[in-house]
Nanobody
Framework: QEQLVESGGGLVQPGGSLRLSCAAS????????LGWYRQAPGKERELVAR???????EYAHSIEGRFTISKDNAKTTAYLQMNNLTPEDTAVYYC??????????????WGQGTQVTVSS
């Protein structure tokens, strides 16, 4: 049984917007911090944004001001709203569920990934 299910990726023109969704099980949504990572071809996977169970958010500097992470408690779903997309945002985006252990987050679960392509 998949714990995290992503959706919402696709092809968008530069300057456009996309919203990614990550549906989580009730237990994961309640206990884990939900995050979005991305991995571009030939590059390492990097954190894009994370939201804690209490709603505290953090963002990578490269996307600050353009992306917003949020969550809907009733739907146990986290979202990544991406605006003003550039070709450099092209990557596979992964949802993660992490626990805070000894002041560091440790990813426990991963979604299957969704492709985001920004191109004219």
């Amino acid at each position: 049984q998949e714990q995290l299910v992503e959706s919402g990726g696709g092809l968008v023109q530069p300057g456009g917007s996309l919203r990614l969704s990550c549906a989580a099980s009730v237990e994961i949504f309640r206990i884990y911090a939900l995050g979005w990572y991305r991995q571009a071809p030939g590059k390492e996977r990097e954190l894009v944004a994370r939201i804690s169970p209490g709603g505290k958010t953090e963002y990578a500097h490269s996307i600050e001001g353009r992306f917003t992470i949020s969550k809907d408690n009733a739907k146990t779903t986290a979202y990544l709203q991406m605006n003003n997309l550039t070709p450099e945002d092209t990557a596979v985006y992964y949802c993660s569920a992490a626990l805070l252990l000894e002041d560091n987050y440790r990813n426990i679960f991963w979604g299957q990934g969704t492709q985001v392509t920004v191109s004219s």
